[in-house]
Every structure is written in C-alpha cells, then in structure tokens.
C-alpha cells in the first residue's frame, strides 16, 4: 500500500476581505480540495510561515505548498514579504505566485527579481478567477513536480 499524500496547503496573503471570498468561492466552484488558508497582510504572512503569534500551536500553520500573494497590503506589503521569504533558506522553496491587481511592468519585474515564481493579474470577473484558480491548481499540483521541504523529499 502506497503512502498517504499529504493534503495540499495553499496560503493567500491579501488585505481585501472581498477578494478572499472570491478567492474560497472560485476555489470551491473547481471543488478543490486543497487546505486554503488566509492572512490578511506581509506581518500575518511571516508569522504563519515562521508559526510566530497565533500560528505557533502545533498544526496551526502548515508548511504552506503555495502562498498566493497579493502586492498591495497593509503593515507589510507583498514586495517586503516576498523578499523576505526568499532571502530565507528555510522558506525559499515555497512558491510564491503574485495574485494582484498591479499590471505594472516595474512591478512586474521586480517580482520575478525577487523570487516570485509566477505573476499574474487578478481577473475582473468571478468567471475568469475560477478559470485562474483552475489553471494554478493544474500547472502547481499536476504538472510541475513539488518538493516537500519538512520531509526533504518530492511530493
């Protein structure tokens, strides 16, 4: 008998209530059945990836498999995140996919210098958003192979 996959952990880092719902909506409207998670800006980001404040108990942050990031947010934005996360061994393997409504070509850059692994805009309809989150869900968890960093191994 094979092992037990371990279920997917994604994180979403963004400060706007509605487009979170929005986020949950779309992902159940593809029935993922992934374990979505939310903070609301860089500070709530860090903690939960470094499982600082409310995320120290024992399995109330895990190791997130994607961490959709929003650019634009309070007390620490999505840039000052990212290169946080990436200028960290322990979480550098993460992948960090920019969700945002920027389409700016400096933003767009200095993502990619940074480390982000992906940028995209966010859609303006709920039906192009089920279609994103599809397409993340199909290229992140059944194409491209993963590394589980807590076990050092692929998944």
Do not use: C
């Not at 997130?64 to 929003?70: N, Q, S």
């Amino acid at each position: 008998m094979s092992p037990q996959p371990r279920p997917i952990t994604v994180l979403v880092a963004d400060d706007d209530p509605d487009d979170r719902l929005l986020v949950r909506e779309a992902w159940q409207e593809n029935r993922l059945p992934h374990d979505l998670r939310f903070v609301s800006d860089g500070e709530a980001l860090l903690d939960y990836l470094n499982r600082h404040g409310t995320h120290a108990a024992p399995g109330a942050a895990p190791r997130p498999d994607l961490v959709l990031l929003d650019l634009n947010m309070p007390r620490k934005d999505g840039r000052e995140a990212l290169r946080e996360i990436k200028a960290d061994p322990e979480l550098r393997a993460i992948p960090i996919v920019v969700l945002t409504t920027s389409e700016a070509d400096e933003d767009v850059f200095q993502v990619y210098d940074l480390g982000g692994n992906s940028f995209v805009v966010k859609p303006a309809s709920f039906e192009r958003l089920v279609e994103v989150v599809r397409l993340l869900n199909a290229y992140w968890f059944e194409l491209v192979e993963r590394v589980n960093p807590e076990a050092g191994s692929r998944s």
